[in-house]
């Protein structure tokens, strides 16, 4: 079945750092990705998606290539702030199209 | 237009005890999907309801349930409470076309002592 791999945090940078997030993924076709923030206390946002290959997402300065080539939707951003501080969650659809599957998460802690 | 409303946002049961958690969706939305996050497990699917019908359902026992309202709002239970099921139950709605297109709300915290 499909299943995603993100890589294990903590991610600590300083403010103005430039972030990348590993994710990975296994699917029967090419499923739509995802990625979500969650910022303390608080529930899951959608950040930004992409559904086809080769579509950028992009959103709040943050960037992701669905890449069919190398099965990855990898998260960057030029210039951290302390805000962007919370865990982001690499997803996609399961194979049967009714639920979401999430990787572990990765905490990014930003300092000024 | 308010967002996905969960309600209580913490709760403290023993084990042994049984819970309701209640999620009230985005109106106009008539799908209505729980999650599971644990630090161990992470995100997981309980069940997704629409149109008051349990239309998937994911890998868990049959403690955890729930259901829906003709007002689409949705509660589940969880009976017989164990320590792990200590977790965040987050809900999301949509309006049940894709699940791409689904809200999550705040989720209720529940501690299992």
């Known amino acids: 079945g499909n299943s995603v791999t993100q890589m294990e945090g903590p991610v600590t940078l300083s403010e103005e750092a430039f972030l990348t997030i590993n994710c990975t993924y296994t699917?029967?076709?090419?499923?739509?990705l995802f990625w979500y923030v969650q910022y303390p206390g608080e529930g899951l946002q959608l950040l930004l998606k992409?559904?086809?290959?080769?579509d950028k997402g992009s959103n709040k300065g943050f960037e992701a290539t669905y890449r069919k080539e190398t099965t990855s939707f990898h998260l960057e951003k030029g210039s951290v702030q302390v805000s962007d501080s919370a865990v982001y969650f690499c997803?996609?659809?399961?194979?049967?199209?009714?639920?979401?599957?999430f990787g572990k998460g990765t905490t990014l802690s930003v300092s000024s | 237009k308010a967002g996905v409303t969960q309600t209580p946002r913490y709760l403290i049961k023993t084990r042994g005890q049984q819970v309701t958690l209640s999620c009230s969706p985005i109106s106009g939305h008539r799908s209505v999907s729980w999650y599971q996050q644990t630090p161990g497990q992470g995100l997981q699917f309980l069940f997704e309801?629409?149109?008051?019908?349990?239309?998937n359902k994911g890998n868990f026992p049959g403690r955890f349930s729930g259901r829906q309202f003709s007002n689409s709002r949705s509660e589940m239970n969880v009976s017989t409470l164990e320590l792990g099921d200590s977790a965040l139950y987050l809900c999301?709605?949509?309006?049940?076309?894709?699940?791409?297109?689904?809200?999550f709300g705040p989720g209720t915290r529940l501690l299992v002592l």
């Open positions: 997803a996609l659809v399961n194979q049967a199209g009714t639920a979401l599957i």
């Open positions: 999301a709605s949509g309006p049940g076309d894709t699940v791409e297109t689904q809200y």
């Open positions: 699917a029967t076709g090419y499923p739509s």
């Open positions: 992409a559904t086809k290959a080769d």
């Open positions: 309801y629409f149109s008051e019908t349990q239309r």
